[in-house]
């Protein structure tokens, strides 16, 4: 079987789990990656899936909608943008569970692997929320995330489960990021800019770490974050089966946004969702019910 003209391996898709990568890539680390649309009228390598421009650069991305070329996905039908994805923001993986117990790694060394293509998995260190700064007049700059290095991805579970996220940096800053996790994707097809802060609770016009719709965005509501997320602490949340969920990552506190861009390895496992104590309780109870109108037919009869 091919997916955007690669062969998948045996790892790349499983009864259980599997992952798409964009094929979008940047000369500069310090530049946006992800872009799902380029004004570039290019060629698609048959054998890697790999889109690329006629001059052999890619010379921005399209900020205004759908009316960019499509850049190729692989671990996709076709090399189509995952789950329908018609947004505007800029996406860098997406991950689909599909059956209880699902677990799996997204990366660049995934992607390679997977379908010979290394994806562009990066985030800056402080792209979540950076450490803020001084001007160089000595005023100080409030800690803010930029958009510039978040990267973004979207997990979808066919089965109701808790989803549990965690992250390690393969590069130049240590292992802190922060996480948010919104519910649905973005739906906005008009203009998007990747400039600009988006985190800042401390800003002179404050943008809340819980707020809806970052970027310009629409068709995303706030579900949970963390700010303190690496190898051994995770960020869990229920992925009700179906619903599509947005991933929004990067450096936490650990730098400002721009400063040592670096890969990282995410690891996503899942867990069944605990039946609370108190539908225990109600079986317990009609059990018994069940069992004393049984006792109670037998001695009637009797």
Sequence with gaps: ?????????????????????????????????????????????????????PDG???????????GNLVPWVGTAGGALPFGYAGSSHLNWAAHLHSAGSSLTV???????????????????GAWLDAGGVSSTGAPIAPTGWR???DIGLIKSDVTQKVTINLSTLGSFNNNFGVTVFTGMDTNT????????WNCPTCATPKPLTASNPFGTSGLAYLTHDESVD??????????????????????????????????????TTSAVPVPGAVWLFGSAMAGLIGFGGRRKAAVAA
């Excluded at 650069?57 to 009316?67: A, D, L, Q, R, Y």
């Excluded at 990366?107 to 260190?125: N, R, W």
């Excluded at 650990?254 to 690891?267: C, F, I, K, L, T």
């Design 107 to 125: 990366s660049a060394a995934d992607a390679l692997a997977d379908y010979g293509v290394a994806a562009e998995i990066d985030t800056g260190a």
């Design 148 to 150: 510039h290095q978040t």
């Design 190 to 197: 008009g203009n998007y800019s990747h400039h600009g802060s």
């Design 231 to 268: 190898a051994l602490n995770g960020l869990t949340f229920t992925a009700v089966a179906g619903q599509i969920y947005s991933i929004y990552l990067g450096g936490n506190g650990v730098g400002r946004w721009s400063q040592n861009v670096a890969g990282y390895s995410m690891d996503i």
């Design 1 to 53: 079987m091919a997916v955007a003209g690669v062969a998948l391996s045996a790892g790349a898709t499983t009864a259980s789990a599997h992952v798409m990568y964009n094929t979008f890539t940047t000369t500069s680390a310090s530049s946006t990656d992800g872009w799902t649309r380029v004004n570039d009228i290019g060629s698609t390598n048959s054998t890697t899936g790999v889109y690329t421009p």
């Design 57 to 67: 650069i890619f010379t921005g991305p399209e900020s205004k909608g759908n009316s």
